[in-house]
């Protein structure tokens, strides 16, 4: 064996021994989910940073054509309606029991029509795959108004001061798989949420079942029953696994057969309610929760 | 994602997670723990892509995007790496075998991060000049030369060292 050959037997030698000790750990699986379940995260307050930039210019365009003697002629069908600032504060009282009209509309803010072609705000193709759309407004279902109707279901209550975050998402969490977020005028801003509902059908669905039953068993999650079904009231950690320390308030039920409704609180949103708080609103936004489908 | 994907994503964890890891280190040249979390964050890719590539070679997949953050990785700590082993270490001569496979590992991060992966991939994972290219988005003529610049220099830097032969 020549000198070469020598040194890449030891090279050779040397490396599996510097790595044969090494184990991956059993947790992978676990922390590879975390991790994408943060980008997905990032992806989602990115494409509502965009959308408010882009509402944000569209307000002093639209002002810049409709005002003013020489002001061109507002766009038939107008995309911009109501007054630019919310005009309401937000109150978030842990100690608050009133019940809330459901039929009251959202504090007035700016809306935006995606069928208008004077909104400067690009339509987005609906996509399946995240990672691959950052950058892009994530409007998967459209244009859902009060934001209160989707993926099947309809949202009766939600804490004062909520409005909808004007964004919506599909196959996030599984196929089949619908969400959107509720948030504070203010966090149309910053890109953050206050709550956060996930609809899972079919496939996710299934998982959602797999993960409710595991839940309900572990002892760290509150068992409840909503509208008559067995759901569970939880801290989350970013891998979906119940946990003691800095996680994502969150409720699981099934609203029917087939379909389980996911809600989830911003632990800023909770550490203001307190976690008796915590609870009780998860619970009322749950037992406002109906079926459409 | 199906359950089906979600499964078979196991699957490949289970069987090629640790391997990974394994070329992580050696690529990157740096400790287990930073190896484990750019070899995470290479797996978080591939599970973004799963449903996609699942049938596709996956591992091929993902021990490039592993090879390829390891050489970013490591060109980042450069820097730091040149400063610190600008000259070799007045070292005894190795006496036994352990000492002499330190010694090599210890050579082996001392080299550029792109000719290290070949060094790696040739002569750890054993593949062939053209899998190391396709891997390494290169030509075969720079994997030649830079696996034999890669053993030439650590031969060198051994035989610098009294009574060190291999």
Redesign the interface.
């Known amino acids: 064996m020549n000198?070469?050959e020598?040194?890449?037997e030891?090279?050779?030698?040397?490396?599996?021994?510097?790595?044969a000790d090494?184990?991956?750990?059993a947790m992978?699986?676990q922390?590879?989910?975390r991790?994408?379940r943060a980008?997905v995260t990032r992806f989602r307050a990115t494409g509502a940073a965009v959308l408010t930039v882009l509402v944000a210019a569209a307000v002093p365009a639209y002002t810049a054509l409709t005002s003013g003697p020489g002001a061109a002629p507002p766009v038939p069908g107008g995309a911009l309606t109501g007054p630019a600032i919310p005009s309401e504060g937000v109150t978030l009282s842990a100690d608050s029991t009133s019940e809330v009209d459901v039929t009251s509309p959202p504090s007035p803010m700016v809306t935006v029509s995606p069928t208008d072609s004077a909104t400067a705000v690009p339509t987005r193709r609906p996509t399946d795959?995240p990672?691959n759309s950052a950058g892009n407004l994530p409007e998967d279902l459209g244009d859902l108004g009060d934001g209160r109707a989707f993926g099947g279901i309809r949202v009766g209550y939600l804490p004062d001061g909520l409005i909808w975050g004007k964004w919506s998402g599909k196959n996030g969490f599984?196929?089949t798989s619908y969400t959107t977020t509720y948030v504070t005028p203010e966090q149309l801003k910053s890109g953050e949420y206050s709550v956060q509902i996930v609809v899972f059908e079919d496939?996710a669905a299934?998982?959602a079942k797999s993960r409710l039953r595991a839940y309900r068993n572990d002892p760290g999650a509150t068992k409840v029953s909503v509208h008559g079904a067995g759901g569970v009231v939880a801290s989350l950690g970013e891998g979906s696994e119940v946990t003691a320390n800095a996680g994502t308030p969150t409720i699981l039920w099934f609203a029917k057969p087939g379909l389980a409704v996911e809600v989830m609180m911003s632990p800023v949103m909770s550490e203001g309610l307190g976690p008796k708080g915590t609870e009780r609103e998860l619970k009322k936004i749950a037992n406002g929760v109906r079926a459409t489908s | 994602m199906t359950e089906e994907d979600e499964a078979a994503f196991d699957e490949f964890l289970a069987a090629r997670s640790t391997a990974l890891l394994r070329t992580a280190i050696l690529v990157c040249g740096a400790s287990a723990h930073d190896a484990e979390d750019l070899a995470q964050g290479a797996l978080e890719k591939v599970y973004r892509h799963w449903p996609r590539i699942r049938h596709d070679n996956p591992e091929a997949y993902a021990r490039r995007i592993v090879v390829n953050a390891a050489i970013s990785r490591s060109r980042r700590r450069r820097v730091i790496q040149e400063i610190t082993f600008a000259r070799p270490p007045e070292t005894a001569a190795p006496q036994s075998d352990p000492e002499l496979k330190d010694l090599l590992i210890g050579e082996l991060r001392r080299l550029p991060a792109r000719m290290r992966a070949v060094v790696v991939l040739r002569y750890w994972e054993d593949l062939s000049e053209t899998e190391t290219a396709a891997m390494l988005g290169c030509s075969v003529g720079t994997v030649k030369s830079q696996a034999a610049r890669g053993l030439a220099r650590m031969r060198a830097r051994m035989g610098a060292r009294k009574g060190t032969s291999v």
Request: a positive charge; zero cysteines.
């Open positions: 000198a070469e020598a040194l890449k030891a090279l050779k030698d040397a490396m599996s021994a510097h790595v090494v184990r991956a750990p992978t699986g922390a590879v989910r991790r994408h980008h795959d990672a599984g196929t496939e299934r998982r």
